[in-house]
């Protein structure tokens, strides 16, 4: 329970987010075609709460950006020798999972593959949305975006399964 004292935000009903209240049913109630997807969140997931005193401490600088932009490159660059350097039988469980996602970053030909399908991908979309007119214009679209997105999305599930066996 909090206290007024508390700089957290009051938290009401128990919850952080303040999600709608369902409509209650009846000739009020308005009708939906699909139901609402149900949102769930990883055992894994954290929350962090950021209290709201002002936007402007939020924002950050070009030069920040830019900063943070190689410090990723450096710190890559570091966890990729580490590895490079460590025999694979002494790779633990909890290192793989610090390795989740940041693959690109670890092999460069994981990386450049990953940026010539995100260009690829851009200019598939960009070339529909020049090519298709009309009322289904944006089922076109969507179409070729998935098809254009497809290796990429096997790719990740992929790499999905191989965590899957290998952390457990």
Not at 1 to 18: K, L, Y
Not at 20 to 26: E, F, K, V
Not at 56 to 72: A, P
Request: net charge positive.
């Amino acid at each position: 329970m909090q206290t007024e004292s508390s700089n957290a935000p009051q938290v009401e009903g128990g919850m952080i987010v303040n999600f709608p209240r369902q409509a209650a049913s009846g000739a009020d109630a308005p009708a939906r075609a699909t139901p609402r997807p149900q949102v769930r969140f990883s055992q894994y997931s954290q929350l962090t709460v950021i209290p709201n005193d002002g936007m402007k401490s939020k924002w950050i600088s070009r030069w920040e950006k830019r900063q943070m932009e190689r410090r990723v490159v450096i710190d890559a660059s570091r966890l990729r020798d580490w590895f490079r350097n460590l025999p694979p039988d002494m790779v633990t469980q909890d290192d793989l999972y610090e390795c989740v996602g940041i693959e690109p970053f670890l092999s460069e030909d994981l990386g450049r593959q990953r940026l010539e399908r995100r260009r690829a991908h851009v200019e598939a979309v960009l070339l529909a949305q020049r090519a298709y007119q009309g009322a289904s214009k944006v089922k076109k679209i969507s179409q070729a975006s998935e098809r254009s997105s497809r290796l990429g999305r096997e790719s990740a599930e992929n790499l999905a399964k191989l965590y899957a066996t290998q952390l457990r």
